[in-house]
Structures are given as structure tokens and as C-alpha cells.
């Protein structure tokens, strides 16, 4: 979030909001993607493997660190 990205000292807490909110709507790919800026790179590839398509766990993997959420 833009907010987070201001305020370094709440990146964490708005990108674990962040993924609440996404996997409460369904937005599997937003929800990986924060999973893997906050550094949970092994949940985010489980999320994966059970929300998202072969294609887009590969996407993920490669852009996930690059990706504003």
C-alpha cells in the first residue's frame, strides 16, 4: 500500500491487513504477492499451490519481490 510504503515502521502491519482482506475477498494473487513482500515466501508458496494456477505460482515467484501491492 502506498501508506506503507510512506511509513516503514507499519509496512508489516498494513501488508498483514493487507492479506486478510485479500483472502476475505478472494484475491488469491494480491494475497500471495503481500505474503511475499512481508518475507513469507514458504506460506505464500503453499497459499499458492492450493488458490492459484500453475502459470501464475511461476508469475508470483518471479515478481513477487518487485510487485507494489
Same mark, same amino acid.
Given at each position: 500500500?502506498?501508506?506503507?510504503?510512506?511509513?516503514?515502521?507499519?509496512?508489516?502491519?498494513?501488508?498483514? &491487513?493487507?492479506?486478510?482482506?485479500? =483472502?476475505?475477498? !478472494?484475491?488469491?494473487?494480491? /494475497?500471495?504477492?503481500?505474503?511475499?513482500?512481508?518475507? &513469507?515466501?514458504?506460506?505464500?508458496? =503453499?497459499?499458492? !499451490?492450493?488458490?492459484?494456477? /500453475?502459470?501464475?505460482?511461476?508469475?508470483?515467484?518471479?515478481?513477487?519481490?518487485?510487485?507494489?501491492?
Amino acid at each position: 500500500t502506498e501508506h506503507a510504503q510512506n511509513n516503514h515502521h507499519v509496512l508489516d502491519q498494513c501488508l498483514a &491487513l493487507a492479506c486478510i482482506v485479500y =483472502e476475505a475477498c !478472494k484475491v488469491h494473487r494480491k /494475497t500471495a504477492l503481500s505474503m511475499c513482500r512481508r518475507g &513469507l515466501t514458504h506460506s505464500a508458496a =503453499e497459499f499458492m !499451490k492450493l488458490n492459484l494456477t /500453475t502459470g501464475w505460482f511461476n508469475w508470483c515467484c518471479r515478481h513477487g519481490h518487485q510487485i507494489q501491492v
